[in-house]
């Protein structure tokens, strides 16, 4: 094992390259910069009853069968809200992330040749099962999606102010305000044709996975380098199983896993998620 105390070259480029490279494939597809509707898991709100709405958005409980009233509609309504509300949950029990959330907005780039289309304003909520309702609340204030900052940056040189933008956001009964629009539009005027869509969604996003990528720093240490030394691993010798008895079945490598525990090995162990 190599010695984690003393002094370590510093971690190649292509490592660092290679672990951000697989942060920000978490996920898959990321909804925060390439945003795509879909009735199969998400709940469109644009065309919610005014009622209901008005009652949601002020901080109130309501239920889907407030928001969606026409019955065909609340139908596909409901199917979707079963399996944003089983993915939350699966997700959040395997990895601790929530990813409840509504979404007001979304800006499309694509006009001026980037292959993004970035949610605006994020809120996180609550979803409760009530037989064949879901009572939904708002349970937090909004966000502004960080991608959006980003490219914003990175696309236009263009400095979006968060605090103002939720300020804009505050100051109206809408969930998506004019102003806010304006003052998006108003950032990139004469470089820029941005598309603003008033989406309002409910589905499941998160900002973990860009905010694994923004901590990331490429600061050398002695594990970080011991870590990114593949030849260190490439030297774990392969063991002799022992002759024990498991409470299941086990194939020859989770016979060797056991072995290793048995002689008090320092390893780690990667599975797929259920697998135990």
Not at 142 to 148: E, K, T
Not at 168 to 178: D, F, N, V, Y
Not at 209 to 221: F, G, I, N, Q, Y
Request: charged residues 20%; contains cysteine.
């Amino acid at each position: 094992m190599p010695d984690l105390d003393s002094t370590k070259p510093a971690v190649p480029d292509r490592v660092w390259d290679a672990w951000q490279r697989e942060l920000e494939s978490i996920g898959v597809t990321n909804p925060l910069v390439n945003f795509e509707r879909s009735s199969y898991g998400q709940i469109d709100l644009a065309q919610s009853h005014p009622g209901g709405f008005s009652q949601f958005v002020a901080g109130g409980t309501t239920t889907l069968s407030s928001l969606v009233r026409d019955p065909q509609s609340f139908s596909s309504a409901l199917g979707a809200a079963r399996r944003i509300k089983n993915q939350a949950e699966k997700i959040s029990q395997q990895f601790g992330i929530e990813t409840l959330g509504l979404i007001a907005g979304v800006v499309n780039l694509q006009g001026d040749g980037f292959d993004l289309q970035l949610p605006i304003l994020i809120w996180p909520i609550r979803m409760t099962s009530r037989g064949e309702d879901y009572e939904i609340e708002l349970t937090a204030g909004a966000r502004v999606n960080p991608s959006l900052i980003a490219a914003f940056k990175s696309c236009y040189s263009a400095d979006v102010d968060e605090n103002h933008l939720l300020k804009l956001a505050a100051q109206s009964t809408e969930i998506l305000p004019a102003s806010v629009i304006y003052y998006l539009q108003g950032l990139v005027v004469g470089r820029a044709t941005a598309d603003v869509q008033k989406t309002l969604v409910i589905a499941n996003i998160t900002t973990a996975p860009v905010e694994l990528v923004a901590d990331m720093k490429r600061e050398s240490t002695g594990l970080l380098a011991a870590l990114a030394d593949e030849s260190a691993f490439a030297r774990l010798p392969l063991i002799d199983v022992l002759n024990v008895e498991t409470i299941a079945d086990a194939d020859l490598v989770q016979q060797r896993v056991v072995a290793r525990a048995i002689r008090g090995d320092n390893f780690a162990v990667e599975t797929l998620p259920g697998c135990g």
